[in-house]
């Protein structure tokens, strides 16, 4: 096994992750990952990405905490962002 | 705008390409040169614990101590040669950095007695041409009251070692290429005598001499020196930011292309990611 190999696993880890929870929340609420608004999209893939992929990281990868951390804070930043409806979202 | 069995079609194609690559370095006619082990020998294990393990008969070389002879394979078996080693035990044993300390590409690899180990270390160092060339550079550079008298008096020591090792080899001391190579805290038989091994470099163990050296901006850019893009492949700082950046900046660019489908916003950043990752984790 490569040594890159565990770390393609993490990421796929992550981004299974990542769609699940896209999926459930689009379904369950419309003013966050609103289809076709894809600026709302990248700012709640962001904010997934930074907090799924440094825990998936954390548990197959590199422990790296001086990196990992920070992404994790700043991807609920951006999700405690993310979260506050927009024009459109409150509109629906 | 995208159909799922397009969708499918490109992770399958993303898992290809991962497979590929790990048959590509499985197949590597270098990297076969590595013997497998009965006893794994976990990564992070030091060239110190490998020199303790195996009694001190490990020689270690590093890469660039002469880059020039691998090239060559008639020079090589020269160098082999004159160093006494018979080719069949030379095994090349590829190590990612030695700032911390040496990973072993791959957890099983077995050195017995007489074996000597061809050390890759992907370390920032820069070529400053001939014995010669560095004295006088060397020397101009502490002129100018930008290189301490200890630091001039260790680097020249180093330069004289390395005339002294090339006249040993029987070549002309002209043709040497010296290098020089940032500290390190581990060596064969520990930091002081790590560069007394090394042949055709300098390994600099005093961390103000490195610091005094690298001031030298002029020298470093006229060198041969490492890419600063080897920080993303050569630190675990590089490669998790490497990783996260190259999923976002993916992730941003296929969300925007696809009109915000959050599924192509995630292959995209899955790919950039692995391939990203495939990339800087695969040296190791």
């Known amino acids: ?92 | 705008m995208f159909s799922k069995k397009l969708i499918i079609v490109l992770l399958g194609l993303l898992f290809l390409f991962s497979c590929s690559q790990e048959s590509a370095f499985v197949a590597s006619p270098e990297k076969g040169q590595i013997s497998i082990s009965e006893t794994p020998i976990d990564q992070g294990v030091t060239a110190r614990e490998i020199g303790t393990a195996h009694g001190n008969l490990v020689k270690i070389f590093m890469n660039n101590l002469f880059n020039d002879a691998l090239q060559d394979p008639a020079a090589k078996a020269r160098f082999l040669a004159n160093n006494g080693v018979d080719s069949q035990t030379f095994k090349t044993v590829f190590i990612k950095s030695v700032n911390e300390y040496f990973v072993l590409e791959g957890k099983n690899v077995r050195m017995t007695e007489g074996d000597y180990v061809y050390l890759e270390a992907n370390v920032p160092r820069f070529r400053t041409g001939s014995s010669a060339e560095i004295r006088a550079r060397l020397r101009s550079f502490h002129e100018q009251g930008r290189l301490s008298d200890h630091a001039l008096a260790q680097v020249i020591a180093g330069v004289d070692r390395i005339d002294q090792a090339v006249s040993k080899q029987g070549l002309p001391i002209e043709d040497a290429q010296v290098l020089l190579a940032p500290p390190t805290p581990y060596g064969p038989n520990g930091p002081e005598e790590f560069d007394v091994q090394v042949f055709n470099a300098i390994a600099v163990n005093s961390a103000q001499t490195w610091s005094e050296l690298m001031a030298d901006t002029d020298w470093i850019n006229d060198a041969e020196l490492v890419g600063w893009w080897h920080w993303f492949r050569d630190s675990e700082k590089g490669r998790a930011i490497g990783t996260i950046a190259a999923d976002a900046v993916g992730g941003i660019a296929f969300c925007v292309l696809s009109g915000g489908n959050p599924i192509w916003t995630l292959v995209g950043g899955a790919g950039a990611s692995i391939v990203f990752a495939n990339w800087a984790y695969q040296g190791m």
């Not at chain 1, 929870?21 to 962001?46: A, D, M, Q, T």
């Not at chain 1, 954390?58 to 951390?69: A, H, N, P, Q, S």
């Not at chain 1, 951006?78 to 506050?84: D, N, Y």
Request: hydrophobic residues 55%; without cysteine.
């Open chain 1, 1 to 92: 096994m490569s040594t890159s190999t565990p770390y393609i696993i993490a990421i796929l880890v992550a981004h299974a992750l990542i769609g699940l929870i896209f999926w459930r929340i689009s379904l369950r609420s419309r003013r966050f990952f609103l289809r076709g608004h894809h600026r709302v999209n990248v700012l709640g893939y962001l904010s997934l990405l930074g907090i799924i992929l440094p825990a998936v990281f954390l548990i197959f990868g590199d422990k790296e905490y001086v990196v990992w951390l920070p992404s994790m804070i700043i991807g609920f930043i951006l999700l405690l962002i993310g979260l506050k409806p927009t024009k459109e979202g409150r509109a629906l």
